[in-house]
């Protein structure tokens, strides 16, 4: 599993499209082939990012982690 770690943004975590996920303990269908998670502390969608770190002028550095699930 990859997960991006945008420049100044979210944690991004890339899936097949159609992936089900549990969020508050409710399974939810990913409509995007993405998911993208706050890192900043401000969304209003918690856990999910939802566009408010470019309002708050978030920073962070980029990157990407590599996870190889055994
Ligand atoms: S990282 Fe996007 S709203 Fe927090």
Redesign the pocket.
């Known amino acids: 599993m990859r997960i991006r770690l945008r420049e100044n943004?979210?944690l991004v975590i890339d899936l097949p499209e159609g992936s089900r996920y549990l969020l508050g303990g409710e399974e939810r269908v990913l409509e995007r082939a993405k998911l993208?998670?706050?890192?900043?502390?401000?969304?209003q969608n918690k856990p999910l990012?939802?566009?408010?770190?470019?309002r708050v002028g978030?920073l962070a550095t980029g990157g990407e982690l590599e996870l190889d699930p055994r």
Not at 36 to 43: D, T
């Open positions: 943004g979210p993208a998670l706050c890192r900043c502390g401000h969304s990012c939802d566009g408010s770190h470019k978030f």
